[in-house]
């Protein structure tokens, strides 16, 4: 099955500073990465994702990059807030039955401090 | 913004007996998901659900775990006999199809605790 690693597991930046967080995955069959913020006490929330046919995808401070030959795809936040602190998931779909089976990271908690 | 709502927010149980979570995915969702998060560990996929029947299930999702969807807008998970290792937060998503490139959402989850 699909294996989903994710590094680091947590993370300590100033306000302003830039963060990453990289995942790599093992099965080629993934063709979509979700990236998941979650606070605490409530559900995983969807900040970005990529599909397998795009490198690159941004969305304002949120950038998500993907290299399908070595199996890897990193998060990106710019110019970080201490909004932005949290546990962050990455995932792997795997594509199989009539549903796709997702595959988390374990999470890294990202602290930004003000 | 529609939402996965998930109810109890936290279920008490004693070992050995049933459990059922409930969860109203978004309306127009076709498809539907539990997962599992241990305390400050990963989420982890437990099952899929499309058309009336499981499409996919994890290793964890063994005999005493089940799904149902009464009816046209609640969907459930039921544990037949709790165990301790049970206690952990379930979390419902929902997605519009299945195709990878199609985002799930996810409720607050239900915190279940076994004494």
């Known amino acids: 099955g699909e294996n989903v690693e994710q590094h680091p597991s947590t993370l300590s930046v100033q306000e302003g500073d830039s963060a990453v967080i990289k995942c790599t995955y093992s099965d080629s069959a993934s063709n979509y990465f979700p990236w998941y913020k979650q606070e605490l006490g409530k559900g995983p929330q969807l900040i970005i994702d990529i599909r397998s046919n795009v490198g690159e995808k941004k969305d304002q401070r949120i950038a998500v990059t993907l290299n399908k030959t070595a199996k890897h795809f990193s998060l990106h936040i710019t110019e970080t807030q201490p909004e932005d602190s949290a546990v962050y998931f990455c995932a792997a779909i795997t594509i199989g039955g009539d549903a796709g089976k997702s595959t988390f990271g374990d999470g890294t908690t990202l602290t930004v401090k003000p | 913004e529609p939402e996965v709502t998930q109810t109890p927010s936290h279920q008490v149980t004693q070992m050995g007996q049933e459990v059922i979570l409930r969860c109203v995915p978004i309306?127009?969702?076709?498809?539907f998901y539990w997962y599992r998060q241990i305390l400050g560990q990963k989420v982890e996929f437990l099952v899929s659900?499309?058309?009336?029947?499981?499409?996919?299930k994890s290793e964890i999702f063994d005999d005493q775990f089940s799904v149902e969807r009464p009816d046209g807008s609640n969907f459930t998970l039921k544990i037949r006999s709790t165990k301790l290792e049970d206690s952990a937060m379930y979390f419902c998503a929902s997605s519009e199809t299945a195709y990878s490139n199609q985002p799930q959402h996810f409720g607050d989850g239900t915190r279940l605790s076994i004494l």
């Open positions: 309306s127009n969702h076709l498809y």
């Open positions: 659900f499309y058309n009336n029947e499981i499409s996919e």
